[in-house]
Nanobody
């Protein structure tokens, strides 16, 4: 398993920016992909953005052009970031960092979540 620690959520006005961070206690060599998901009340959890070990990125249509996922690799820790610009009230949700380990086909490790609230 992977320990994931998230930070960076908060309250921001529409049009503002936030940067989410996640520290994963694993070497990049054991990770297939990492991603940010979000869930708002009454809605299913959705993938916001993901990045593979090779650096390929994928974004939900609703955040393309506004959010950027990135990653920094240390020896036994991988840091995942989500830069969120031009935030909208619809972006309000709890955001989760997740990891897909190399030997798994699903995102099986999850952080505790960090809340993002965008006021209009």
């Amino acid at each position: 398993q992977v320990e994931l620690v998230e930070s960076g959520g908060g309250l921001v006005q529409a049009g503002g920016s936030l940067r989410l961070s996640c520290a994963a206690s694993r070497s990049i060599f054991s990770i297939n992909a990492m991603g940010w998901f979000r869930q708002s009340p009454g809605k299913q959890r959705e993938l916001v953005a993901s990045i593979t070990s090779g650096g390929n990125t994928n974004y939900a249509d609703s955040v393309k052009g506004r959010f950027t996922i990135s990653r920094d690799n240390a020896r036994n820790t991988v840091y995942l970031y989500l830069q969120m610009n031009s935030l909208k009230p619809d972006d309000t949700a709890v955001y989760y960092c997740a990891v897909k380990l190399a030997w798994r086909t699903d995102f099986g490790s999850w952080g505790q979540g960090t809340r993002v609230t965008v006021s209009s």
